[in-house]
């Protein structure tokens, strides 16, 4: 059983940055996408970023020029490097790792943005 524990979330002013980090704790095997979710207040559950193990990514439009989405598979880990942070930042942001046969979660990590 594969656990994912992410890490880095906070309060940041608007314009800063922060950078978070979600490990997996057991091998991913084969081909998947790890990537990152947020959930705002009242608000449904959306696509941040993913990249694939062979480094292929995406983006919402909303973080495009913002927000870069990287990964060390030795380590099984992946990360969001998060800046010029906005208000409309602010969510519950999730790591996901997904694969052929199963889709884990973390238990999501809380970011803030002061205006």
């Known amino acids: 059983q594969v656990q994912l524990v992410e890490s880095g979330g906070g309060l940041v002013e608007a314009g800063g940055s922060l950078r978070l980090s979600c490990a997996a704790s057991?091998?991913?095997?084969?081909?998947?996408?790890m990537g990152w979710y947020r959930q705002a207040p009242g608000k449904q559950r959306d696509l941040v970023a993913t990249i694939t193990n062979g480094g292929t990514t995406t983006y919402a439009d909303s973080v495009k020029g913002r927000f870069t989405i990287s990964r060390d598979n030795a380590k099984n880990t992946v990360y969001l490097e998060m800046n010029s942070l906005k208000p409309e930042d602010i969510a519950v942001y999730y790591c996901?790792?997904?694969?052929?046969?199963?889709?884990?979660w973390g238990q999501g990590t809380q970011v803030t943005v002061s205006s």
């Open positions: 996901n790792a997904r694969t052929i046969f199963n889709d884990y």
């Open positions: 057991g091998s991913i095997a084969g081909p998947n996408r």
